[in-house]
C-alpha cells in the first residue's frame, strides 16, 4: 500500500496505456467484425471460411504472434494493437453473425412486406434484434483483451503489464499486486458494465 501511495501517478499512466491499446483494439476489431458478419451471416460458406481464418489467429498464441510482428512493425504499442484486434475477430464475428441469424424470419418477411429493402431490413430490424448477442460477443472478447494486453509490455507496448514484470524481475511484490489487481479490477468493471448493458438491451428486445 505505501509503494501505491508513493507511486500512484506511475499506475495511472500505466492504467491509460492499457486502457488504451485495449480499446483502440477493440474499436478496429468490432468495426472490421461489424462488417464481416453482416456480410457473412446469410452466406454459409463465406462464413465457413472467415470463422477458419480467425479461428486460426485465434489458437496463435499470443507471445508468438507478438514476435511474428515484429519484423514488421517493430516494437511498440502498433504491435500490441495487431495482435489484439486478430484476437478478438473470430469472437466478435461469431456474435454478430449469429446474432442476425437468430432473427426470425416472419419478422423479416413482415418487414419486405412493408416495402423494406434489404438494407432497411438489416439497419432497422435485424442489427437491432442482434444487438444483446453482439453485446454478448463484446463483453467476451473485452474481458479476453484486457487480461491479454498484460503480455504487451514485452513488446515495449505499456500497460499494467510493465508493472508486473517489473516487480517479478526486481522481486518487488507491491508492484506485481498493484498490476494484478487492477488489471483485475479493470477487467470485472467492464464486465459488468456489459453485462448490464446486455442484460437492458435484451429486456427491451423482450418487450
Known amino acids: 500500500m505505501n509503494w501505491f501511495l508513493r507511486n500512484w501517478p506511475d499506475v495511472l499512466v500505466s492504467l491509460w496505456e492499457h486502457i488504451a491499446i485495449s480499446l483502440t483494439a477493440l474499436a478496429i476489431a468490432f468495426a472490421i467484425s461489424l462488417a464481416i458478419g ?7 460458406k463465406l462464413y465457413g471460411t472467415v470463422m477458419t481464418i480467425s479461428g486460426f489467429l485465434y489458437t496463435i498464441p499470443t507471445l508468438a504472434f507478438l514476435a511474428f510482428l515484429i519484423p514488421v512493425v517493430g516494437l511498440g504499442r502498433a504491435n500490441a494493437i495487431i495482435t489484439m484486434v486478430a484476437f ?8 454478430v453473425a449469429t446474432g442476425i441469424r437468430e432473427v426470425p424470419a416472419d419478422i423479416i418477411d413482415a418487414a419486405r412486406g412493408m416495402g423494406m429493402n434489404k438494407a432497411q431490413i438489416m439497419r ?16 467476451v472478447a473485452a474481458v479476453t483483451v484486457i487480461s ?15 508493472l ?10 507491491a508492484k506485481i499486486w498493484t498490476g494484478a489487481l487492477t488489471v483485475c479490477l479493470l477487467s470485472i468493471s467492464v464486465d459488468l458494465l456489459l453485462a448490464m448493458l446486455e442484460r437492458r438491451l435484451k429486456n427491451r428486445r423482450a418487450a
Open 38 to 44: 453482416i456480410v457473412a451471416a446469410r452466406r454459409e
Open 88 to 95: 478478438s475477430l473470430m469472437i466478435l464475428i461469431r456474435s
Open 124 to 139: 432497422r430490424i435485424e442489427l437491432p434484434l442482434a444487438l444483446p448477442l453482439i453485446v454478448a460477443g463484446l463483453r
Open 148 to 162: 491479454v494486453t498484460v503480455v504487451a509490455a514485452y513488446v515495449n507496448a505499456g500497460g499494467l503489464g510493465t
Open 164 to 173: 508486473i514484470f517489473n516487480g517479478i524481475a526486481s522481486d518487488h511484490p
